[in-house]
């Protein structure tokens, strides 16, 4: 059984720094592409950035120069650094990967994490 755990979450104030992990557990998977989704309340999830195996990163908008997405192969875990946060970042932020499990893709979600930001 494979699950994505996530972690790093929680309260910060406007201007600071989070750092959000995420690790991918189980067996017999390897990683196509991890990346990070949010949700903020009466919102659609949307992206906030997502990097390939190969290193090839993808950021939304308002996350650019802000935000970086990055990953440990060997850990099979990615990292969002979240710095300048504003409160229009508060959302509960998700962990989405896609595996390859016995020859087939899968996508996975993790749980969710809060991230608020205080103005």
């Known amino acids: ?3 994505l755990v996530e972690s790093g979450g929680g309260l910060v104030q406007a201007g600071g720094s989070l750092r959000l992990s995420c690790a991918a557990s189980g067996s017999s ?3 196509n592409y ?3 989704y949010r949700q903020a309340p009466g919102k ?3 992206l906030v950035a997502h990097i390939t195996s190969g290193g090839s990163t993808t950021y939304a908008t ?3 120069g802000r935000f970086a997405i990055s990953r440990d192969n060997a850990k099979n875990t990615v990292y969002l650094q979240m710095n300048s946060l504003k409160p229009d ?3 509960v932020y998700y962990c989405n990967a896609e595996l390859l499990v016995l020859g087939r893709l899968y996508t996975y979600w993790g ?3 809060q991230v608020t930001v205080s103005s």
Do not use: I
């Open 1 to 3: 059984q494979v699950q």
């Open 29 to 31: 998977f390897s990683v």
């Open 34 to 36: 991890m990346g990070w």
């Open 44 to 46: 659609q999830r949307e």
């Open 62 to 64: 308002s996350g650019k």
């Open 89 to 91: 970042d508060t959302a």
């Open 111 to 113: 749980q969710g994490t």
